[in-house]
Structure formats: C-alpha cells, structure tokens
C-alpha cells in the first residue's frame, strides 16, 4: 500500500541543474531515513544521500558540495537538489524510506541524462 513517486529528472547539459522529489503516500508508521541512490548503465546501485529523521545529512563524496538533500515531514516527501551536474551524474535515481523496524520502501525510480 505504500507508494514512493519520484519526478523532476531529464535531460540537461552538464554544469546545470535539476531538483528531484519524491513523494510518500499510503499507510506509513514511523519513518527514519529518506535516501538518494543511483544506478547507471552496467554499475550497481549506489548511495548518493541520506536524511535522516532527525535532520542529519550523508552525501557521496562523488556529490558532495553540489548536491542537497531535504525533505518536508509534513509531505513525506523527499528532494534532491543537484547543481553542477556532470556527465558522471547520468543514471537513473531512487529514493528509498525505511520506516518502522525493517521496512524498507523503494521507488520506481527517475532517469536523469547529462549532456557534454
């Protein structure tokens, strides 16, 4: 019953931006962390960034300084804000929400495409 819907990703040129959301829905009981990760073509998933429910931030070294993650409580939702994007950031981006003891939520995930 539980959704996640992910949006904002598409083509952009490198050294632009995009905001990423992701928007919870259905019956959910004490949410922990909302994640960020990627996967590109050939590679395995990887994680990007963490927001915990406490506020605390992670980031990837490969992001860090040009991505930002936030998230509205109120919404269940979670973003993704990315600034200077390489064509390295090209994949397509999850968010996951771990909510209770050992639930874990995935969604179906956004293309993000950067241009050289």
């Known amino acids: 019953q539980v959704q996640l819907v992910e949006s904002g990703g598409g083509l952009v040129q490198a050294g632009g931006s995009l905001r990423l959301s992701c928007a919870a829905s259905g019956s959910i009981f004490s949410i922990n962390d909302m994640d960020w990760y990627r996967q590109a073509p050939g590679k395995q998933r990887e994680l990007v960034a963490v927001?915990?429910?406490?506020?605390?931030?992670v980031y990837a070294d490969s992001v860090k300084g040009r991505f930002t993650i936030s998230r509205d409580n109120a919404k269940n939702t979670v973003y993704l804000q990315m600034s200077s994007l390489k064509p390295e950031d090209t994949a397509v981006y999850y968010c996951?929400?771990?909510?209770?003891?050992?639930?874990?939520?995935w969604g179906q995930g956004t293309q993000v495409t950067v241009s050289s």
């Open positions: 996951r929400l771990v909510a209770g003891i050992s639930h874990d939520y």
């Open positions: 927001s915990t429910s406490g506020g605390k931030t």
